[in-house]
């Protein structure tokens, strides 16, 4: 199977920034698209970014000029760089991957445990 484990949430002031990462694991034959979502309390997941295997991105029109979504394929692994971050982008944040286990003839969306982002001051 995979796995995937982020990083890089936390606390930060309105204006600020992070960057999460998310490390995916495992039995990976190849992987596809890479994204990030959020979900704050009380409402619903939401995409935040998403980049394709050959580099294409895109962005909540919330996020954008303000995260950047990159990826590293030798790694397995895919960043947001948050900037001028607002207390509205507080929430978890959830990696998803779409990738295809060794031995599966077909790619499953896996999903990381969240990590906690919390704009404040």
């Known amino acids: 199977q995979v796995q995937l484990v982020e990083s890089g949430g936390g606390l930060v002031q309105p204006g600020g920034s992070l960057r999460l990462s998310c490390a995916a694991s495992?039995?990976?034959?190849?992987?596809?698209?890479m994204g990030w979502y959020r979900q704050a309390p009380g409402k619903e997941r939401e995409l935040v970014a998403t980049?394709?295997?050959?580099?294409?991105?895109n962005y909540a029109d919330s996020v954008k000029g303000r995260f950047t979504i990159s990826r590293d394929n030798a790694k397995n692994t895919v960043y947001l760089q948050m900037n001028s971050l607002k207390p509205e982008d507080t929430a978890v944040y959830y990696c998803n991957v779409d990738v295809r286990i060794r031995g599966a003839m077909a790619p499953i969306s896996a999903w990381g445990q969240g990590t906690q982002v919390t704009v404040s001051s």
């Open positions: 495992g039995s990976i034959f190849s992987i596809y698209a």
């Open positions: 980049i394709s295997s050959g580099g294409s991105t």
